[in-house]
């Protein structure tokens, strides 16, 4: 299976729930960075682990949004990368604002497993829907 079939169907199971199958796919110690000033990682460094990946993202994700989705748009082949452009939607509860916000990932393999994962995305919209205040966003 290629890298790019991989992907569509981690995005796919992703978005029925299914993150057993999502986990199955990384690396024991896959590096996972979310874009500098994220909220849930501002500083940009990496959570190591899916164990990390579950408790400090997913769990939040599916705890603090109505209808969090990824829609991966585009996929782009590099041999060992991955290159997926595409949206996030959803509804934070706290503020019942909702996201509609451009992304793009860039996964790694190795050895048949994900090692690594980079996020890049509008992190100041994220902010906002979220009601990070401004003094809290640097």
Not at 55 to 67: I, P, T, V
Request: proline letters at 4%.
């Amino acid at each position: 299976m290629s890298h790019v079939q991989l992907m569509k169907d981690l995005y796919a199971a992703f978005a029925r729930g299914d993150v057993a199958a999502v986990l199955s796919a990384f690396d024991a110690q896959i590096e996972w960075r979310e874009a500098e000033s994220h909220p849930y990682q501002p500083s940009g460094k990496p959570w190591i682990g899916p164990d990390a990946i579950v408790q400090n993202l997913f769990m939040r994700l599916g705890g603090e949004w109505d209808g969090f989705q990824v829609h991966p748009q585009s996929f782009h082949d590099a041999g060992g990368t991955v290159v997926v452009e595409g949206r996030y939607s959803g509804t934070y509860k706290a503020t019942r604002k909702k996201l509609d916000a451009q992304m793009c990932h860039v996964w790694k393999f190795r050895g048949g497993k994900i090692v690594s994962f980079q996020q890049y995305m509008d992190t100041a919209q994220m902010q906002s829907v979220m009601g990070v205040p401004q003094n809290a966003r640097n």
